[in-house]
């Protein structure tokens, strides 16, 4: 149980274009998803907290008009990055909040691999 | 805010020799304190967690991690390594429940034939 999707697992696009990449948690419901985002050899950097039904909080030096995050319900949420450029890319993992799984345990999706060229 | 420090970028282990990942974490009070492992584009695998009671926390795969509460330290161990078991290892520390998590740099653990 509490199995964490993302989708899609690599996603090659143009300098200017949007991209969604969704964050499903498959067997349970969690009310607060994470997303985060790792640089080549770099630890993963907390971007956005979203909870279901409200706006998502940024972290400091994240743009939240480039970064859209939706969470309408209590199984998806999904981060847009409008507008990528070259530096955006990178590699995108979301985690979801599974304290009605087991306590206090974030369960993390396999990540997004973003290429803009 | 809570901070994490893993001083080992890099390791290298013998298959079969015993391993001891650092981390230490800077917090007013005890987080809640766990270790992830990455494998190369892959995503995060919990390893284990610690939130009170016994200091000495097993997990899967053969690993156990030690809090000390003195040293602020929660240290990985594995008595003794596998080939498969080279990967990223991640520290990380939490306030609490539902607060956000906060990573160390990571220790890339290389074995050796």
């Known amino acids: 149980g509490a199995v964490v999707s993302q989708h899609p697992s690599r996603v090659i696009c143009k300098s200017g274009t949007s991209v969604k990449i969704e964050c499903r948690s498959l067997?349970?419901?969690?009310?607060?998803m994470f997303w985060y985002r790792q640089f080549p050899k770099q630890s993963l950097m907390l971007m956005a907290t979203?909870?279901?039904?409200?706006?998502?909080?940024?972290e400091q030096g994240v743009e939240k008009d480039k970064f859209l995050i939706n969470h309408a319900s209590l199984t998806l949420s999904t981060l847009t990055v409008t507008s990528a450029h070259p530096e955006d890319s990178s590699f995108y993992i979301c985690?979801?909040?599974?304290?009605?799984?087991?306590?206090?345990?974030?369960?993390f999706g396999p990540g997004t691999r973003l290429t803009v060229l | 805010a809570q901070s994490v420090t893993q001083p080992d970028i890099h390791i290298t282990v013998s298959e079969g020799a015993s391993l001891e990942l650092r981390c230490n974490y800077s917090?007013?009070?005890?987080?809640?304190l766990f270790w992830y492992v990455q494998s190369p584009g892959q995503g995060l695998q919990l390893l284990l967690k610690?939130?009170?009671?016994?200091?000495l926390v097993q997990g899967i795969k053969g690993f156990e991690a030690e809090f000390k509460r003195s040293q602020s330290s929660f240290n990985l161990r594995k008595p003794s390594v596998h080939w498969s078991d080279a990967a990223e290892y991640f520290c990380?520390?939490?306030?609490?429940?539902?607060?956000?998590?906060?990573f160390g740099t990571g220790t890339k653990l290389q074995v050796i034939p």
């Open positions: 985690s979801a909040d599974g304290t009605g799984v087991t306590y206090n345990e974030q369960f």
């Open positions: 067997d349970f419901q969690a009310t607060t």
């Open positions: 610690y939130f009170s009671g016994d200091t």
């Open positions: 979203s909870n279901e039904g409200s706006k998502a909080t940024y």
């Open positions: 990380a520390v939490q306030p609490g429940g539902y607060q956000k998590v906060t």
């Open positions: 917090y007013g009070a005890t987080p809640y």
